[in-house]
């Protein structure tokens, strides 16, 4: 019987790995999620068949029957109320909830065991270092998601060498509990002690920077199902577990890259929002600005062939993503070829603008990613740019001492008009002024993105 | 120890198999395969109800909240994945 459980899992571990192939083009993703979920319920019912499950008797199946409804119904409930806006924040929960349960598991096992090798003690307390922390990091996430806690109040001097005497002591207690497996107060006081370490960790990460961590917990919450995976000899915990691992150290890195920052720095929380080199806004706004208006930009519209929309963080603050869907389809009625242009960081997390879009009924081919979409900008009428800053600042390319230099951006300003809807000039996540709204080809229009949206659906209506 | 090996291999050789796969993900879809991966780490739901079948009160104690906790992961992540997904539709 033990064998064909053991089948079951290796059938369930390749599911996920099809699913997750799957899910590398959005005509075949609906169907390798569902590749997944139908290996997850494989798991589950082999699992009801164990030897140790069926000799708990009709207890054992009434307590996991009972486990199972009530997880069953917060996880959907969660996953059917929760807003497109809010995904970073459900993301971040799942990732904490993943690390609990294997802190648990691990805690449940070294209860359990009776002659604790070696294997399941260093795996026990990995579990319990690493589910600890990505539990309480995901929560300190969501607050700070959500804006609840400011940056300055959670980068209190001393945090550095504070988390690392917290994270000498997790490892001197994981020593000793491999060393006195009996001691199961010892396991608690791990927990206790990592969990603190978790909050220690993520505190200084900037709000803005949240996405980043996020990612990260998610690559930690899959080494804890692997660790997890090591505390009970289970083969489809830990292929799963590096799969997930994987995933969130490849999305990080990714955004790293897209933000021009090490991943040592954005976990420091040493930068972002802090005051930046460079020269002041006066000197480079000046007199150079030009404003516009809903009607000087519907003017603009009639005569272009070609529009790029590139929408920032402030269009997904503004909720302006229906109102964009019905500008874009109002221009290609005209005639015009409109595309969406999506930086990599776009959105508050990876992947994120994607689903705003999608969810406002923008068709994902029109969704062009920044390589595919920068060579275009030359031979574009005009680029809308929505609540974006530092994505399209052309420093990033010209001044190597700027805080972003290097930085891949967007390059509207190759357009031959830009646009850009922005309630003020004020600067983006990395603090600097940009160029591009002082710029002869540039146009303000100050407003809010959605009201702005709005108003320029009006105004190319009455033309 | 040969039990760990075989393990450690396995672990090893998954990570570079999560490599190659993930990859591939475009931007596009870079939201659904973070709750979708969260989803299937939700596996952790196997050892959650093993640890329920042990006659020790505490260890069912704490594998009830493990299981509660790793289903919210698998239905949680696979429902709201598929609610992202179902949204991306090609121009008609």
Request: charged content about 15%; glycine content about 10%; proline content about 4%.
């Amino acid at each position: 019987m033990q064998n064909a459980i053991n089948l079951a899992y290796l059938a369930a571990s390749v599911l996920f790995i099809l699913g997750l192939i799957k899910l590398s083009h959005p005509r075949t993703a609906v169907f390798g999620n569902q590749l997944g979920a139908i290996g997850m319920l494989i798991a589950i019912l082999a699992t009801l068949l164990d030897r140790q499950i069926i000799q708990s008797g009709i207890s054992g199946y009434v307590t996991i029957f009972a486990g199972l409804l009530v997880g069953g119904a917060i996880g959907a409930t969660f996953a059917l109320k929760v807003k497109m806006t809010s995904m970073p924040e459900m993301v971040a929960l799942l990732n904490g909830f993943g690390g609990g349960a294997s802190v648990l598991i691990a805690g449940a096992a070294l209860h359990d065991a009776t002659d604790p090798t070696l294997q399941l003690t260093v795996a026990t307390v990995a579990s319990a270092i690493i589910g600890s922390v990505t539990f309480w990091g995901s929560l300190v996430a969501i607050v700070k998601l959500q804006d609840l806690v400011s940056d300055k109040f959670s980068r209190f001097p001393g945090r550095q060498p504070l988390s690392a005497v917290v994270g000498l002591v997790c490892i001197a207690l994981g020593l000793w509990v491999v060393n006195s497996p009996d001691s199961f107060a010892m396991y608690w006081i791990l927990v206790v002690v990592s969990s603190i370490l978790g909050l220690l960790l993520i505190m200084p990460i900037g709000g803005a920077d949240m996405p980043v961590a996020v990612a990260l917990l998610n690559s930690y919450s899959g080494l804890a199902a692997a660790a997890a995976g090591f505390v009970l000899s289970n083969n489809s915990l830990i292929i799963t577990g590096s799969l997930v691992g994987a995933s969130g150290i490849i999305l990080s890195q990714i955004m790293c890259k897209a933000m021009n920052r090490s991943l040592a720095n954005v976990l420091s929380g040493t930068v972002g929002g802090e005051s930046a080199v460079g020269p002041s806004a006066d000197s480079v706004y000046a007199g150079k600005v030009k404003s516009t208006s809903a009607e000087e930009v519907a003017m603009l519209f009639e005569s272009a062939r070609r529009v790029v929309i590139v929408p920032g963080y402030g269009l997904a603050v503004s909720q302006a993503q229906h109102a964009v869907r019905d500008l874009a389809r109002l221009l290609e009625e005209r005639g015009i070829e409109v595309e969406f242009a999506i930086h990599p960081v776009a959105g508050r997390m990876p992947g994120h603008m994607n689903v705003l879009l999608a969810e406002a009924d923008v068709a994902y081919d029109k969704l062009k990613e920044m390589d595919e979409i920068n060579p275009s900008f030359e031979r574009t009428d005009v680029a809308l740019v929505i609540g974006a800053n530092d994505v399209v600042n052309p420093v990033a390319r010209t001044d190597p001492k700027s805080p972003i230099a290097g930085m891949p951006i967007l390059d509207v300003d190759k357009a031959r008009t830009v646009v850009v809807i922005k309630r003020s000039l004020s600067p983006g996540f990395a603090g600097i002024p940009n160029p591009l709204f002082a710029a002869d080809n540039s146009l303000m229009y100050f407003a809010d993105g959605r009201k702005a949206i709005t108003d320029l659906v009006t105004a190319v209506k009455e033309l | 120890m040969d039990d760990f090996i075989m393990l450690f291999t396995i672990f090893v050789m998954a990570i570079f198999v999560g490599f190659a796969v993930i990859n591939k993900v475009p931007p596009l879809l870079h939201t659904p395969l973070m709750s979708g991966s969260n989803a299937i780490s939700g596996i952790t739901i196997v050892g959650a109800m093993i640890s329920i079948a042990t006659p020790n009160t505490l260890t069912t104690i704490l594998g009830f909240i493990a299981i509660v906790f790793a289903m919210i992961n698998v239905v949680g992540g696979f429902m709201v994945t598929h609610r992202m997904l179902a949204m991306f539709k090609r121009k008609d």
